[in-house]
């Protein structure tokens, strides 16, 4: 199976969605307009484009603090997102969650999540009730090198191996948890090494190449579809900005990010699709300008919403 | 004395204690090379080394349960879990291990251990960063549960803490970082069960934990004017808990409101209202009455959250209330 011309074509609109979002999102949070905290998926949009191009509406995924990338790149409203982020009546979770929180289960999206190592077993718990319902949806997991070290991913991983159930684990191979590198977080070189450990597939990809990504998750996607169990895929990748808004990564060197920088995942595929003819000047200035259109409705959508009333504190709490 | 910020006191006492003691070491997320989430921890991996000071991978359950047997091996860890939020992932080695050790045991291990930890709203944290769960670690036997509301507080608390022979809880709210006050340099202690009046009145007793203190004592100023007294005690450590100041200023007083940022059902505050009304019941001229959280989580956007947190005016309401 192999991408098509309007997939190529997508995947980079898609990843060129994230990092405009992504940058207005800094560019407003320094602005005060943004409270509490937001992480920024800079750099890896490869990851979640690549992916999420193998699912439909009715696959499932689980996100992390950094989700903004996986929310769109699963089809999430960024008006909506924006609106949340904002805090606002009119976001996704009614103002309630805010960034490490946005959630949209009518399109399987399970949710970013607050706590590193949360998601794992949420995603084998959604590919549970798919493989029980004889239907083949599937869950994936996005999850990064620091999430990797919880007991919780482990004991997904290995729940997941003994039931064959139709999961992938995408690992955000980002070099770094916070300030923690993975020199001195993991002993072993790959992150996908440890799949010998449940007896399932461990492949790693250059997670800055999105059709690499893409290729990957196929396989991974189609044999979970197929009934054949889980897999791990291990994306390398960096993020370009702090781990969050704010933080001034005095633990990582300028000469590395520069590095990467080289490797952008944008440019790359731009590249590519100039070089297959697929896109010209004229054709990639009109995307960014559609997207940026809608952008900024989102931002003025988020603006004039209201504040949720506090009458609705105590709603939501139970069923 | 010099002035230090709350979060300059909690490092302070680490160098005095790790100074005297080479048994005690540092562990958690982000605490060496980056300082601490909060900037607690900053600059002592320069000061005490990588063996001292260790960055760990985030696995909160490991963190508390290394912690747990290193300090029954003969260390004396002082551990950070970067929101109280995350004791979810950790909780089992933190009150089945640590905490019932000793008990079923027969009394042969010792667990001298440390745990601190951020809580509290008021940033924007959203859910999973930003709950009080103060009362959680009450309803544990074997934990002692530390919350202090000053510079001054935090630094002789987390002294004793360190020194105590038992597995502690020591709950650092994140408003209270950045708050000065005077600290004397060089070790001092503050025993635990001992709480604090940090206003002494006639009329009613305000009950009131970490920041909430100053929020006590915000209200005191403005009723003082109304010619209202109040007498604000902070009990400092809420497992041991100092019934007997409690007692003796409700005695004084006759009317008791407890605030606390936790949700009020089931928290610290059910706990005190309950033994206050089994030792002094006949001194009480009206019911007592709690001043504290929603029962729902924290919510992110800023007018929820503002409403969430228990207010001044709050306070002085029900404090209307019980003069009524
Ligand atoms: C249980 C838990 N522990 C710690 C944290 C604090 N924290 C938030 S993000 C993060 C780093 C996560 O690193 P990684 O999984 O590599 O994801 P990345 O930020 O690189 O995308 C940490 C330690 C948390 N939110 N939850
Ligand atoms: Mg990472």
Redesign the interface.
């Known amino acids: 199976m192999d991408l098509t011309n309007e997939q190529l074509i997508q995947m980079y609109t898609t990843m060129v969605k994230i990092r405009t979002f992504e940058n207005r999102v800094a560019e407003l949070f320094a602005d005060g307009k943004i409270?509490?905290?937001v992480h920024l998926y800079v750099g890896e949009e490869a990851v979640a484009t690549g992916v999420c191009e193998n699912l439909t509406d009715k696959d499932y995924i689980t996100s992390t603090h950094r989700g903004h990338g996986h929310l769109i790149a699963k089809g999430g409203d960024i008006k909506k997102m924006m609106a949340e982020l904002f805090?606002?009546e009119t976001g996704y979770?009614?103002?309630?969650?805010?960034?490490?929180?946005i959630a949209d289960l009518d399109l399987g999206i399970m949710g970013a999540?607050?706590?590193?190592?949360?998601g794992p077993p949420l995603a084998s718990g959604a590919a549970l009730a798919c493989q029980y319902m004889g239907n083949d949806n599937v869950a994936v997991c996005f999850f990064g090198d620091?999430?990797s070290?919880?007991?919780?991913t482990h004991e997904a991983m290995n729940m997941a191996a003994c039931w064959k159930l139709p999961v992938v684990f995408i690992n955000e191979n980002n070099m770094y948890?916070?300030?923690?590198c993975t020199t001195?977080?993991?002993c072993v070189p790959n992150i996908a090494d440890r799949a010998a450990g449940y007896d399932i597939p461990g492949v790693v990809v250059d997670g800055n190449d999105a059709v690499a990504v893409w290729e990957a998750a196929a396989e991974g996607i189609n044999r979970a579809r197929q009934g054949k169990g889980p897999s791990l895929i291990e994306c390398k990748t960096y993020r370009h900005r702090g781990h969050f808004e704010g933080d001034p990564c005095?633990?990582r060197d300028d000469a590395e990010l520069e590095e990467w920088k080289e490797k952008d995942p944008i440019p790359r595929l731009e590249q590519k699709l100039l070089e297959m003819e697929l896109l010209t000047q004229s054709k990639i200035e009109k995307i960014k300008q559609e997207l940026q259109k809608d952008l900024t409705a989102a931002e003025q959508f988020a603006e004039e919403s209201p504040?949720?009333d506090?009458s609705?504190?105590?709603e939501d709490?139970y069923t | 004395m010099p002035d230090m910020t709350f979060a300059e006191a909690i490092k302070d006492a680490h160098v005095v204690e790790m100074e005297r003691d080479p048994n005690i070491y540092i562990a958690g997320e982000d605490v060496g090379v980056f300082g601490g989430c909060f900037g607690v921890t900053a600059g002592l991996l320069d000061q005490f080394g990588e063996k001292r000071v260790k960055d760990t991978t985030i696995t909160e359950s490991a963190i508390v349960g290394t912690a747990v047997g290193a300090a029954s091996a003969g260390l004396r860890p002082v551990i950070e879990l970067m929101f109280v939020d995350f004791i979810g992932v950790a909780l089992d080695q933190l009150y089945n291990q640590a905490g019932k050790m000793k008990y079923m045991f027969g009394g042969k291990a010792k667990i001298p251990m440390v745990m601190r930890t951020a809580c509290g709203a008021g940033i924007g944290a959203a859910a999973q960063h930003s709950q009080c769960l103060e009362a959680l670690f009450m309803h544990l036997p074997g934990l002692k549960v530390v919350m202090p509301s000053t510079p001054y507080d935090a630094k002789g608390l987390l002294i004793e803490a360190i020194r105590d022979d038992n597995p502690v809880v020591f709950l650092e709210h994140k408003m209270l970082y950045a708050m000065e006050g005077e600290v004397p340099s060089g070790a001092y202690t503050i025993p635990f069960g001992q709480a604090d009046i940090k206003r002494q009145g006639k009329d009613v007793t305000i009950v009131a934990t970490a920041n909430m203190v100053h929020t006590a004592l915000g209200a005191a100023e403005k009723l003082a004017a109304d010619g209202i007294s109040l007498e604000v005690v902070d009990p400092r450590t809420l497992y041991p808990l100092d019934g007997e100041t409690i007692f003796e200023s409700v005695k004084r007083t006759h009317r008791l409101v407890i605030l606390h940022e936790e949700v009020k059902f089931a928290g610290s505050g059910a706990e005190i209202a309950a033994q206050v009304a089994e030792e002094a019941f006949d001194y009480l001229d009206a019911p007592i009455l709690r001043v504290a959280a929603p029962f729902c989580p924290v919510p992110f956007s800023p007018p929820l959250e503002k409403a969430y947190i228990p207010s001044e005016q709050q306070l002085i309401d029900a404090v209307k209330k019980v003069m009524a």
Request: proline share 5%; hydrophobic share 25%.
């Open positions: 409270p509490g905290f805090g606002k979770c009614k103002g309630k969650g805010g960034s490490m929180h999540n607050g706590i590193v190592g949360g620091g999430a070290n919880q007991g919780t948890g916070i300030s923690c001195k977080s993991m005095t633990y504040y949720p506090i609705g504190l105590l709490v």
